[in-house]
């Protein structure tokens, strides 16, 4: 077997889209309203305490970019076993539910 190496210059204009961690990031502005909205209690559950902002699609599904009607404040963090943002990511029925809020979220705006 014989390899060729034929070299090609690299393009001299940069990425046009935005990457989806680009896309998907939840700026100030947008966890400020979530977190106004949640009242400082988990939005799926009701509890108190420490709360992180989650994506209630996946990063690559968002389109444009992340609004306050694709997050929600859930208890945390993400990587225990029982929270809501462990769930939300992690089981199907926990998906469903985010699916349902997300829907829930865009009627009332």
């Avoid at 947008?30 to 108190?48: F, I, Q």
């Avoid at 404040?73 to 462990?86: E, K, Q, R």
């Amino acid at each position: 077997m014989d390899f060729e190496l034929r070299a090609v210059p690299k393009p001299k204009h940069k990425r046009f889209k935005r990457t989806a961690k680009q896309r998907g990031q939840i700026t100030s502005d947008v966890y400020d309203k979530a977190l106004e909205r949640s009242g400082g209690y988990c939005e799926r559950c009701g509890k108190g305490g420490y709360l992180e902002c989650a994506h209630l699609i996946r990063r690559w599904k968002v389109e444009v970019e992340t609004t306050i009607n694709d997050v929600a404040m859930l208890c945390g963090p993400s990587v225990n076993t029982g929270t809501c943002h462990n769930i939300i990511d992690y089981t199907s029925k926990g998906k469903e539910w985010a699916e349902e809020y997300r829907k829930k979220l865009y009627k009332m705006n």
